[in-house]
């Protein structure tokens, strides 16, 4: 019988597998292209347009976490990444969806492109996936699962951002999506990680968390896949 853990000692463990799982974005093929120079471009806008399907429900998906929680004291921190990806407030940036569309500017896409696309299998699945289990799962579980999704994509991001400006000449305003990334969910991350320490405390809840945290990180890697 498998030794209970605390929650913090959830935490721990977790974040380990998290980082040994393989279907995490930094390992993915893509983003190792970026940061070699071998993606085209044509790939690069392929990509950008199926990620950015994500980017622009995000704003109505942290505001539906907002409004699942139940503790006010966590509450006004999630209020917090509601202005944040709405309106840049933390990082003093425009809301990061914004950034999203500026990016795919700059590589030839029009916002016509990304709002008249046609969803890959992989980025319909995670649409509605994170719909569901907001729908579904207790507001805590769905803030913890953020530990394989939020907590991972900083790195990611930092890595994309540099290899498009050093291997394709981006300008650094044009990638702003990414460096704004590369700080903002590290942020996403603890409050996650804070979350889980505080109500992730069963066998029960555990398991269930575990279980969505690398589903959620298999959809999120399959989007990346073209």
């Known amino acids: 019988m498998a030794q209970e853990l605390s929650s913090a000692e959830f935490?721990?463990?977790?974040?380990?597998?998290?980082?040994?799982?393989?279907?995490?974005r930094i390992k993915h093929p893509f983003l190792k292209a970026v940061c070699n120079g071998t993606a085209t471009m044509e790939q690069i806008r392929a990509w950008a347009i199926q990620d950015y399907q994500f980017r622009a429900t995000v704003p109505r998906i942290a505001m539906l976490r907002y409004l699942a929680c139940t503790d006010p004291e966590i509450a006004q921190k999630l209020w917090g990444v509601v202005e944040e990806e709405t309106r840049g407030m933390d990082t003093g940036?425009?809301?990061?969806?914004?950034?999203?569309?500026?990016?795919?500017?700059?590589?030839g896409l029009k916002r016509s492109d990304l709002e008249n696309a046609e969803l890959t299998p992989s980025t319909a699945a995670h649409l509605y996936y994170v719909e569901l289990i907001i729908h579904t799962l207790p507001w805590f579980v769905v803030m913890a699962i953020q530990i394989?999704?939020?907590?991972?994509?900083?790195?990611?991001?930092?890595a994309l951002g540099h290899g498009f400006i050093k291997n394709y000449k981006m300008d650094p305003e044009d990638v702003r999506f990414f460096t704004v990334h590369s700080e903002a969910d590290e942020d996403h991350g603890s409050l996650?990680?804070?979350i889980a320490v505080k109500y992730i405390t069963s066998p029960e809840l555990q398991e269930l968390t575990r279980k969505h945290t690398f589903r959620r990180m298999e959809l999120l890697y399959d989007i990346w896949t073209l």
């Open 11 to 24: 935490v721990k463990q977790l974040k380990k597998d998290i980082q040994a799982f393989p279907k995490i």
């Open 148 to 158: 394989g999704a939020e907590g991972t994509f900083g790195p990611a991001a930092a």
């Open 93 to 107: 940036t425009a809301g990061h969806n914004q950034l999203a569309i500026r990016f795919a500017e700059s590589v």
């Open 192 to 194: 996650a990680e804070e």
